[in-house]
């Protein structure tokens, strides 16, 4: 079972990439796929756009300060693991976690999973206000991610250069796919983000 | 920075006098989204995610609406036929 953990600020894409990526590993591999989905708010509207595409998914609704859902997180994982066997499970974090976190909790106390990717997606559209209003959270969701998915860029926003930039000040080896998930994502985009070890 | 964060999520069931078309219903809801989010922005953008997932109910088939607020007055919208069939099965 391997594990993809996705972050990303509020409304940055994250579930509109899952749903490609998990369409991708359902139907053209043939994996199985179960979702996590670790909402904000008691009125859940990620868990119904999964499960109406006809997704797995089970709900974490709870905090989103990282530390008080890991456990949850870790029993679900496990549960998933005895009763579902899937290929695949994909977290969608909230977009106030920082996913490295939580990926450095999960690697310490989980022991069901054989790959594990940490992939956040940054909102091409919004970049130079988010960093200038909220720049701890940004910053801080990207650090020690293993994939960079610069989402949005058919919206108007920073130079996508510049944004590249920035987050290579950030971490010189970081590796960064630019996407536009409103639009079909080409094979190599998708197998890029699948690819974990 | 998290503890900062506003969090608002509510279900709400709303009944018309008169049934509404899809096209007149996804007018009212985008009017919505926009009053919600103006009051929220910040030099045109929205610290956060506005999202609404309204369901029809007066369709033969379950139909939803999925609206979603970024940026000010730029209301998204996705129904729910135009959603990724993941299923495996086609
Ligand atoms: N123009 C454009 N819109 C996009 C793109 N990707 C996502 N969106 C839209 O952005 C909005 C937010 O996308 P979501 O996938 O719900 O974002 P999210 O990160 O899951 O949001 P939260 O779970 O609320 O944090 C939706 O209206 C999407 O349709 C893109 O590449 N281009
Ligand atoms: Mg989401």
């Known amino acids: 079972m391997r594990i993809l953990l996705f972050g990303g600020f509020l409304g940055s894409g994250k579930t509109t990439t899952i749903l490609q990526i998990a369409k991708y590993l359902t139907t053209i591999r043939q994996e199985k796929v179960v979702i996590i989905e670790n909402e904000i708010g008691a009125a859940g509207v990620d868990d119904k756009l999964f499960a109406n595409s006809g997704l797995q998914v089970k709900s974490l609704f709870g905090g989103c300060v990282c530390c008080q859902i890991t456990s949850d997180l870790i029993s679900t994982i496990d549960e998933i693991n005895e009763t579902m066997n899937p290929d695949w499970v994909i977290i969608e974090m909230t977009g106030l976690a920082y996913p490295s976190k939580t990926a450095m909790s999960l690697k310490k106390y989980s022991k069901v999973y054989s790959a594990f990717k940490t992939i956040t997606i940054v909102d091409r559209g919004r970049w130079s206000e988010l960093i200038a209003m909220l720049k701890p959270l940004v910053l801080g969701q990207i650090t020690g991610s293993d994939l960079i998915i610069l989402n949005k860029v058919d919206l108007v926003g920073e130079a996508i250069e510049k944004i590249e930039r920035e987050l290579h000040e950030i971490d010189e080896h970081m590796k960064v796919v630019i996407i536009s998930a409103a639009k079909d994502l080409s094979l190599a985009v998708l197998e890029e983000v699948v690819c974990c070890e | ?90």
Not at chain 2, 45 to 71: C, D, M, N, Q, R
Request: glycine share 4%; hydrophobic share 45%; charged share 15%.
């Open chain 2, 1 to 90: 920075m998290n503890s900062e964060a506003t969090i608002f999520s509510r279900h709400y069931c709303v009944f018309f006098e008169k049934s509404l078309t899809t096209v007149q219903m996804e007018i009212l809801l985008r009017e919505f989204m926009m009053s919600i989010g103006r009051t929220m922005s910040r030099y045109g953008t929205i610290l956060g995610h506005i999202k609404l997932l309204a369901k029809l109910s007066e369709l033969a088939v379950e139909h939803y609406l999925f609206l979603s607020l970024t940026t000010l007055d730029n209301v998204n919208v996705i129904p729910s036929k135009c959603w990724p069939n993941a299923s495996g099965v086609h």
